[in-house]
């Protein structure tokens, strides 16, 4: 696998995640990549929090957070509007997905995809892309055309 070339200032990473093994195993893969792992949270409240604090480059949040993932995903668009918000979730749950989108994530990512692809995947989503599954783009796609 190609490496991420390195930018000038590594993209500051906010990780929510209820199970602090995710977020260990995330954390290394992104640093391993030059990401910063600026803050950690295991619900949505100290997610939020710690985005209003922290100001991330990127947030990659798990949409199953208890507290809610999409009352955080909500609350970060607005606390942080700069921050690329990436979703990670067990399945690829159709109505989550879009509820995700609707609030404002630029990304939705399964944990059980390649790990090596994350870093690659979110740096897409900060540079301004998208990161989805292939299962997930038809239904994004018959969305828009509805």
């Known amino acids: 696998m190609p490496t991420i070339p390195r930018h000038a200032a590594p993209v500051r990473t906010l990780l929510a995640d209820a199970n602090p093994f995710v977020r260990l195993a995330v954390r290394r893969r992104l640093e391993d990549a030059g990401f910063e792992v600026c803050a950690e949270a295991a619900d949505a409240e100290r997610a939020v929090a710690a985005g ?9 949040l798990d949409v199953a957070l208890r507290g809610g993932g999409i009352a955080a995903i909500r609350a970060l ?7 690329a918000l990436v979703v990670l979730s067990d399945a690829d749950h159709q109505e989550l997905f879009l ?13 059980d995809m390649d790990p090596e692809r994350i870093p690659h995947a979110v740096r897409d989503v900060v540079d301004g892309k998208t990161a989805l599954p292939r299962s997930l ?10």
């Open 77 to 83: 668009r607005a606390a942080a509007p700069q921050t």
């Open 52 to 60: 209003m604090r922290e100001q991330p480059d990127l947030c990659l």
């Open 137 to 146: 783009v038809g239904l994004l796609l018959h969305e828009l055309a509805a």
């Open 99 to 111: 509820e995700a989108v609707r609030a404002g994530a630029s990304g939705f990512l399964l944990k």
